[in-house]
């Protein structure tokens, strides 16, 4: 590639980087939400739209930014939300719920429930494997928003 190259790949900032994406409902949500893995967040993180009326929420007393140094607004915590597969559960997990919108997916699956769960990514076969359970990515989205400091 030559340095006046115009492609995407030579356009796109140097911290971006493509996550997959995958579809899961939750027990605090009506429907099917598109959550991004990123095994690099230190939280799952939710946005309060999803929340259904009626969810307790706690009062957060955390302040979370992005890698930008950017503050996420934090409405609440949701505590032991069980996120599933069709009717399949594949875990429990806590969500920090945000005001703040995500561009291209719902919430963030970060390291807590991947560890919890014990979920292993295939990237080659575009797919995470939770016990017996294979969810395949639905898509991928580049960001460079997510990490808690």
Do not use: W
């Amino acid at each position: 590639m030559t340095p006046d190259s115009t492609s995407e790949e030579s356009q796109r900032p140097k911290d971006a980087h493509k996550l997959p994406v995958v579809t899961l409902n939750t027990s605090i949500s009506k429907y099917p939400l598109q959550f991004l893995l990123d095994t690099g967040s230190s939280v799952n993180l939710l946005h309060e739209s999803h929340v259904s009326p009626g969810v307790q929420l706690q009062v957060p007393r955390l302040v979370v930014s992005t890698l930008g140094g950017n503050r996420v607004s934090l409405r609440g915590i949701a505590r032991r939300v069980h996120v599933r597969n069709g009717p399949a559960t594949l875990g429990q997990a806590n969500f920090l719920v945000t005001g703040d919108r995500m561009k291209g997916f719902d919430g963030i699956l970060g390291a807590p429930f991947l560890n919890q769960a014990k979920v292993a990514i295939d990237f080659q076969q575009n797919s995470m494997k939770v016990s017996n359970h294979l969810v395949n990515f639905g898509k991928t989205v580049e960001t460079n928003m997510c990490n808690v400091s």
